[in-house]
């Protein structure tokens, strides 16, 4: 079915993580959007803190820091979904409130910590539940980071296949697979930097290290992960109104199907279980565009700051040539009205 703009459907909203962020990032929206300020405004009041001074004016450093970095992007996505449903552009819920200009999604998605921003915008976490969450989360993987330094490195242009040999060989794990040779790989920092040295001897394009607090979605995050699972114990989930696509399988967590006849208590368990799981496990973004394009998804919408993850899409769905829509401000929602 196509929709009112004329792009085909089914659709799938995608939302974005870590290293998204930038001084300054929705303050257009926070202007120019009543919908959108009320997020700020509610965040800040969940959090019992300004964050939003923060998002809006900086530092930098400070923006930065994992336990701003996250909940800032969250509450960034929550402002541009809200100012496009304000504007007409998406749907409220999981069928459309009069005619939106494109369809209520089919899948919803998110890269790393914005899997809790599809949680949220499904209906299946509260929205003040999931900021005051992913605060937590970005301190307890700053805490981790800590206790058991580590970094991350992006490996471009060799296969999965050969960054696993790379990785069995330096003591590595594979953190991220964001498309078929954009791998990114973490552990120790000696265990990163040999894997960067094998990966270009094997023939990577280029193989760049990154500026992060901690080897993120590796087995050094698990004391994260464990005090993690304790949080999300303390907080109730939903059954969502669109299916989430899960970053540790790359596929429908199956309780959030519609018509999974599944108790309150098996869709928390499975729920908990990911977000826990994702942070020490790897994050299988090409598996999870390739499951949506598989099951017809043909209009793809990343919602927040930036556009990495519509270039991903790009690069996955080379032969299907999905439509790809950024709404990340103002400019970009009113150029849909």
């Given at each position: 079915?196509?929709?009112?703009?004329?792009?085909?459907?089914?659709?799938?909203?995608?939302?974005?993580?870590?290293?998204?962020?930038?001084?300054?990032?929705?303050?257009?929206?926070?202007?120019?959007?009543?919908?959108?300020?009320?997020?700020?405004?509610?965040?800040?009041?969940?959090?019992?803190?300004?964050?939003?001074?923060?998002?809006?004016?900086?530092?930098?450093?400070?923006?930065?820091?994992?336990?701003?970095?996250?909940?800032?992007?969250?509450?960034?996505?929550?402002?541009?979904?809200?100012?496009?449903?304000?504007?007409?552009?998406?749907?409220?819920?999981?069928?459309?409130?009069?005619?939106?200009?494109?369809?209520?999604?089919?899948?919803?998605?998110?890269?790393?910590?914005?899997?809790?921003?599809?949680?949220?915008?499904?209906?299946?976490?509260?929205?003040?539940a999931g900021v005051r969450l992913v605060q937590k989360?970005?301190?307890?993987?700053?805490?981790?980071?800590?206790?058991?330094?580590?970094?991350?490195?992006?490996?471009?242009?060799?296969?999965?296949?050969?960054?696993?040999?790379?990785?069995?060989?330096?003591?590595?794990?594979?953190?991220?697979?964001?498309?078929?040779?954009?791998?990114?790989?973490?552990?120790?920092?000696?265990?990163?930097?040999?894997?960067?040295?094998?990966?270009?001897?094997?023939g990577a394009r280029r193989a760049i290290p990154l500026?992060?607090?901690?080897?993120?979605?590796?087995?050094?995050?698990?004391?994260?992960?464990?005090?993690?699972?304790?949080?999300?114990?303390?907080?109730?989930?939903?059954?969502?109104?669109?299916?989430?696509?899960?970053?540790?399988?790359?596929?429908?967590?199956?309780?959030?199907?519609?018509?999974?006849?599944?108790?309150?208590?098996?869709?928390?368990?499975?729920?908990?279980?990911?977000?826990?799981?994702?942070?020490?496990?790897?994050?299988?973004?090409?598996?999870?565009?390739?499951?949506?394009?598989?099951?017809?998804?043909?209009?793809?919408?990343?919602?927040?700051?930036?556009?990495?993850?519509?270039?991903?899409?790009?690069?996955?769905?080379?032969?299907?040539?999905?439509?790809?829509?950024?709404?990340?401000?103002?400019?970009?929602?009113?150029?849909?009205?």
């Open positions: 079915m196509a929709s009112a703009s004329g792009a085909p459907g089914p659709t799938a909203w995608l939302f974005p993580g870590q290293g998204a962020q930038h001084v300054g990032m929705g303050r257009d929206l926070y202007d120019a959007f009543p919908e959108a300020r009320a997020v700020y405004e509610r965040a800040d009041a969940a959090l019992d803190r300004p964050l939003s001074s923060i998002i809006f004016d900086g530092p930098e450093d400070e923006l930065l820091q994992t336990i701003n970095a996250q909940p800032a992007i969250l509450i960034t996505s929550l402002a541009c979904l809200a100012a496009a449903q304000a504007a007409g552009i998406l749907p409220r819920a999981s069928r459309a409130d009069g005619a939106p200009a494109l369809e209520p999604p089919s899948y919803v998605a998110g890269h790393s910590l914005g899997e809790y921003t599809a949680l949220v915008a499904s209906g299946a976490l509260d929205a003040d989360r970005g301190r307890l993987m700053q805490q981790a980071g800590e206790a058991a330094p580590g970094t991350l490195a992006a490996i471009l242009g060799l296969p999965e296949e050969d960054v696993t040999s790379v990785c069995r060989e330096a003591g590595a794990e594979i953190c991220n697979v964001n498309a078929a040779t954009q791998i990114v790989v973490g552990g120790t920092r000696a265990a990163v930097a040999r894997a960067m040295d094998l990966a270009a001897a094997r500026k992060v607090s901690g080897a993120f979605h590796s087995s050094l995050m698990q004391p994260a992960a464990d005090r993690m699972l304790a949080e999300m114990n303390r907080v109730s989930f939903q059954k969502p109104a669109t299916p989430i696509v899960a970053n540790v399988t790359g596929r429908v967590i199956e309780c959030t199907l519609p018509g999974a006849a599944e108790t309150a208590g098996a869709i928390n368990a499975a729920l908990r279980t990911e977000l826990a799981q994702q942070l020490q496990s790897t994050v299988r973004w090409e598996q999870s565009v390739l499951f949506m394009l598989e099951e017809g998804v043909r209009t793809f919408v990343e919602i927040g700051p930036g556009r990495v993850l519509t270039g991903l899409v790009k690069t996955i769905g080379r032969r299907q040539r999905p439509t790809l829509l950024t709404l990340n401000g103002a400019e970009a929602i009113q150029a849909l009205r």
